[in-house]
């Protein structure tokens, strides 16, 4: 028996290009590229078009199509002419408010093809023409009876029961999603109409706020389709904002019981009766429900046969591995933001990273970091920053630095005992979920990479409780007994001669692997923590906080890290500094610490001006 061959997609987003579409044209214009990269990864769609639709007060633009673009096979325009087709778009006309729909769905289904099912996402802030209130009803009416509109298939969408049925059991088929702005009178014309499409096409129709931004309606759009794909939570966090609502009807049982829109039943479904009664039974029927992103999945038909776990694929396809290398390097260079937006780049991201036998793993982090540098948006930075920080699991990549430290070498060592008790720190602030001791050493990873951007109080308390809570052995035959069977991984050990230079000084870059294993901190915040221990005085780490911060002596004093010259930080190096010029008075009477010290002679004078410049200025409000 022959193999079945797997069903083709095609993905066709129609847009309403009228003047009140500006919004939704930049969403589109900022978004395809993402969907053509997504479609591309996943090998989900065949081709991808664009075509616009407007209303007959501009006959001469009433539909616009941008011609199929292929990734992997003939191809009628190439991806610069699709993304520029778009960018082109004019959001003009539409002076009557209903638009020319019809018309619009029409001549996509003269492009669409019988061997593959068609994928159209439709935005539209206004519902098709109705006979009942359009000044340009007649005009379409009589356009699509012409014999030859639309390849002839023009007068399968003069009534919208036909365009449902047409585009469901025709010869060629489509799932419909409708993105659409919520209606701004009573009657529910727009929602009702897409509501029906929708849901006798088995697509879904989703409706958001007006005056919602381009950046919702984008990710509205892409998280969408991976939902249809069975991808939209392949490894990513997804927003739990609500951004918009899905539309539906609250009874459709007897939806398939009328044929035309002139049929008494249709009342019920569709806009297309004056009176009041039949009025408020339609809006009687329509029912919405809020969703974020991360619920979106739960209402959206997905495809018969979900897409390959992106990960799975990527160890499974040295081909697919080029692929996504080659595509990654490209979002980097294009639009570094897109990688956190997008579950799919995010997903193929992390799997890159941790790929540490990928030759070109180490040139895509540099090149993000680069292109992270360059983002003018502090916000965005930081938003940026945040989610590279968290999103990368250095789990693997730490075992494999212990493990590097020859055996004799593994102690002494510290690590975090998993069976001692410690009280809830006053104020329940610590970490805790505020019901006692048990989840005192709890932290997300946010928490505890937070010292990279500020080291106010609340957070060098919470640090502190940590070192403080380490233990530390000097040799193998001082482990607890009930340490000295527990596999590395579930207790992790890190060798104080992690320290040394030949160890790439990587000990306090891991040091909290001990309490949320996979964290590593960056170099400066490395250093920052190093500093806590000497400011805390916690002797057993004092010896390779000193290694740490002397490596850092030449480094605080630059304008290239801003974090630095925060009054709360230069007051943590000042105090560390302090503590070492004691320590070494006390070894050496009489003898100049300079030489040796964590900061620079200059450095520290500079320091400690500006700190007590902040907190004059604290004073200056002070009542004498």
Not at 454 to 460: A, E, K, P, T, Y
Request: aromatic share 8%; glycine share 4%; hydrophobic share 40%.
């Amino acid at each position: 028996m022959a193999a079945t061959q797997p069903e083709l997609y095609d993905l066709l987003v129609v847009t309403d290009a009228t003047a009140s579409m500006y919004t939704f044209l930049r969403s589109l214009h900022s978004s395809l590229q993402d969907i053509i990269r997504v479609s591309a990864l996943t090998a989900c769609f065949s081709r991808v078009g664009v075509l616009a639709y407007r209303d007959y007060d501009q006959s001469e633009n009433v539909t616009q199509w941008s011609g199929w673009y292929s990734s992997d096979g003939p191809s009628e325009i190439s991806q610069d002419e699709l993304l520029s087709f778009v960018a082109q778009l004019q959001p003009i006309g539409g002076d009557d408010w209903r638009e020319a729909t019809r018309s619009g769905l029409a001549h996509a289904y003269q492009v669409m093809r019988p061997d593959a099912r068609t994928i159209i996402v439709i935005f539209a802030d206004a519902p098709p023409h109705t006979e009942l209130a359009s000044h340009e009803w007649a005009v379409e009416q009589q356009a699509l009876a012409q014999p030859d509109s639309y390849g002839g298939a023009g007068k399968l969408f003069a009534d919208w029961t036909s365009v449902a049925r047409t585009l469901t059991r025709g010869e060629k088929r489509a799932h419909v999603f409708s993105i659409i702005e919520a209606d701004r009178n009573y009657f529910c014309e727009t929602t009702s109409m897409f509501t029906y499409l929708s849901t006798q096409s088995g697509g879904v129709c989703l409706s958001i706020p007006p005056n919602s931004t381009s950046e919702t309606i984008s990710k509205l759009t892409v998280c969408l389709l991976l939902s249809w794909m069975g991808a939209a939570k392949q490894g990513a966090k997804l927003d739990t904002q609500p951004l918009a609502a899905q539309a539906r009807y609250a009874d459709a049982g007897d939806i398939d019981q009328f044929s035309s829109e002139k049929d008494a039943s249709a009342v019920r479904y569709l806009p297309v009766s004056s009176r009041k009664a039949d009025r408020d039974a339609l809006r009687a029927n329509m029912t919405r429900s809020l969703l974020s992103l991360d619920t979106l999945a739960h209402v959206v038909p997905r495809r018969e046969h979900a897409i390959m776990d992106f990960a799975r694929r990527y160890k499974a396809d040295p081909g697919y591995q080029a692929f996504v290398i080659e595509q990654l390097a490209d979002i980097i260079q294009s639009d570094v933001a897109a990688i956190a937006l997008n579950p799919v780049f995010g997903t193929l991201w992390r799997t890159v990273c941790n790929d540490r036998l990928q030759p070109a793993r180490d040139k895509l982090i540099a090149s993000f970091s680069r292109q992270l540098d360059a983002v003018e948006d502090r916000a965005k930075k930081d938003r940026l920053k945040k989610w590279l920080e968290e999103s990368y699991d250095w789990a693997g990549e730490i075992l494999e630095t212990i493990n590097s430290v020859p055996e004799e070498e593994r102690y002494p060592c510290v690590f975090l005992d998993p069976t001692v008790r410690f009280p809830r720190a006053e104020g329940g602030e610590d970490g805790v979920n505020g019901d006692g001791a048990n989840n005192s050493m709890e932290f997300t990873r946010d928490e505890l990479l937070e010292i990279g951007r500020s080291c106010d109080n609340r957070i060098l308390r919470r640090l502190g409780r940590i070192l403080t809570r380490l233990t530390y052995v000097a040799s193998k035959e001082e482990l607890p007994a009930h340490i000295k069977d527990v596999p590395e991984d579930e207790v992790p050990r890190i060798p104080m001669a992690l320290a040394k230079p030949e160890h790439h000084a990587k000990f306090w870059k891991v040091l909290l692997h001990t309490v949320l294993p996979g964290t590593m901190l960056a170099p400066r915040p490395a250093a920052l923590l190093a500093a806590l221990a000497v400011r805390m005085a916690i002797q057993p780490l004092e010896d390779v906080a000193y290694t740490e911060l002397m490596a850092w002596r030449e480094k605080w004093n630059t304008l290239d890290i801003p974090e630095t010259w925060n009054s709360s930080c230069l007051g943590l190096l000042l105090e560390a500094d302090k503590k070492h010029q004691q320590r070494v008075a006390g070894q050496q009477p009489g003898a100049s610490s300079d030489g040796q010290s964590i900061l620079k002679p200059e450095d520290r004078r500079l320091f400690e001006a500006l700190v007590d410049y902040k907190l004059l200025e604290m004073n200056m409000d002070t009542t004498l």
